[in-house]
């Protein structure tokens, strides 16, 4: 079936680089993407969204990145931060029954 | 704004016993509330919709009658596992919309579940 997935299941960064994230997805149809951060023990917490009629939306240290022509969702978090550790899902919804249908999620360390 | 709550964080039950999940929203009215499970080192698997004053929709594969979900109120859904079982035990998440119109959707801190 239709799914979101994510190129990379871990990702380690030095602190004060920048993170960036992929996501991609196989259902043309979404249109509504979000990107949530989830610690350990934690719900999910919304970062940032976007919709396909845009290409690029930017939030606090963070930016979405939307390429529909090959169906890929990016997340750049600028300058990262220790507290930046966490598991990140994209997720689509799909319009139809309004659920959101997340990707397997990537962890981000922060190396020292 | 926007605050979903989930009580209890972490509850230890018995095999076979019943164990019951709440979600709350504290800011807000939520007409559609949302039931996810989360397997350790996987993502959110969408176990059903809760609509207020109605029946939830539930995914394929969820077995309604094992998972009982009751939206009673604008600001209030269970999640009742029965005759839990160890392979129930999980990390259980609502989420609500803010408004119905809304696409967006606010989750909760979740519920670990343990079944000895």
């Known amino acids: 079936g239709e799914s979101v997935g994510l190129h990379l299941p871990t990702l380690s960064v030095q602190e004060g680089d920048n993170s960036i994230i992929n996501c991609a997805y196989s259902n043309s149809a979404s249109d509504y993407f979000i990107w949530y951060k989830q610690e350990s023990g934690k719900g999910p917490q919304f970062i940032i969204d976007i919709r396909s009629n845009m290409d690029k939306r930017q939030g606090q240290r963070v930016t979405v990145l939307l390429n529909k022509t090959v169906k890929h969702l990016s997340l750049q978090i600028a300058a990262t931060q220790p507290g930046d550790s966490a598991v990140y899902f994209c997720?689509?919804?799909?319009?139809?029954?309004?659920?959101?249908?997340f990707g397997q999620g990537t962890r981000l360390t922060i190396n020292p | 704004g926007a605050v979903v709550s989930q009580h209890p964080s972490r509850v230890i039950c018995k095999s076979g016993t019943s164990v019951k999940i709440e979600c709350r929203s504290l800011d807000f009215q939520a007409t559609t509330m949302f039931w996810y499970r989360q397997f350790p080192k996987q993502s959110l698997m969408l176990m059903a919709t809760s609509n207020e004053g109605s029946k939830a929709t539930y995914e394929q594969g969820v077995e309604k009658d094992k998972f009982l979900i009751n939206h009673a109120s604008l600001t209030l859904s269970t999640l009742t596992v029965t005759s839990a079982h160890p392979e129930d035990s999980s990390f259980y998440i609502c989420s609500a919309r803010v408004r119905a119109s809304a696409v967006g959707q606010y989750f909760g801190p979740g519920t670990r579940l343990t079944v000895t």
């Open positions: 997720a689509e919804i799909d319009q139809g029954a309004q659920k959101l249908v």
